[in-house]
């Protein structure tokens, strides 16, 4: 791995925001989940809950140009069991949905732990999110419209997010996990070395600070590769 590749990803997951996460209800369109799972990236989360409209729905391989390879996403059959693992990490649970209950994204905190729950493009949010959910939020439009793309939706309000963290200085402190570092570390760097490791079913090795595999003589001989290759 190049000095520069290691220093762009340490930086980039130094400004992960490992308490903030999406939640994807039965979001099924190939396009809205790669646009959300791309600016979910981009904004810095780590988390994204999904429950899947069918078997067939899901992130399919090549989606969103594997963005989705930096990030980790959850399955969950159903919309309560994502929110009560969202809720057992200490998250307030905002859904999308235009109500009277609900209030302006921009009235929110967002520095404190949160989940964000985006809704199925054409049926909108089921009754259970709603009623499980913290608070309702929503993009106040003025237009003839009645309510934007769910992509569209998701990016305003993650990048409210980001402004209320940005200057609560949150960005400037690397709270992300050393173990989940290291595995995105060796991802990023060795990806051909990453994918014999799982074929193997060996242990990701460590990442000095300067991107190269810090690995002892046993592993590189368990992965029949030596250092002096390619």
């Known amino acids: 791995m190049t000095p520069e590749r290691n220093q762009r990803i340490r930086a980039a997951l130094a400004h992960r925001q490992v308490d903030l996460a999406v939640c994807l209800d ?19 989360v780590h ?26 996403i959850h399955d969950h059959p159903h919309i309560e069991d994502a929110i009560d693992t969202l809720r057992a990490e200490g998250k307030q ?20 732990p949160t989940a964000i729950i985006m809704s199925q493009e054409r049926l909108g949010a089921c009754e259970e999110a709603i009623a499980a959910a ?49 595995r995105l570390l060796f991802l990023g760097g060795y990806p051909r070395l990453y994918q ?17 595999i810090a690995a002892d003589p046993d592993w590189w001989h368990a992965m029949q590769y030596s250092k002096t290759s390619g």
């Not at 649970?93 to 404190?112: G, N, P």
């Not at 980001?162 to 996990?177: E, I, K, S, V």
Request: glycine content about 6%.
């Open 47 to 72: 988390h994204v809950h999904a429950v899947w409209m069918d078997q067939q729905s899901g992130l399919r391989k090549g989606t969103s140009m594997g963005t989705h390879n930096w990030m980790q």
């Open 93 to 112: 649970v905002l859904i999308s949905h235009m109500s009277d209950k609900a209030v302006d994204f921009r009235e929110v905190d967002y520095t404190r």
């Open 196 to 212: 014999q490791c799982i074929s193997k079913g060996l242990a990701f090795p460590p990442i000095d600070d300067d991107g190269q």
């Open 134 to 182: 913290d608070q309702q939020i929503v993009v106040p439009m003025a237009g003839m419209v009645e309510s934007l793309n769910v992509s569209v939706a998701t990016a305003i309000v993650l990048y409210e997010a980001q402004r209320q963290r940005q200057l609560a200085g949150m960005y400037q402190q690397d709270n992300f996990p050393e173990q989940e570092k290291q």
């Open 26 to 44: 039965r979001v099924h369109k190939t396009h809205n989940l790669s646009a959300i799972i791309r600016t979910a990236e981009a904004v810095g």
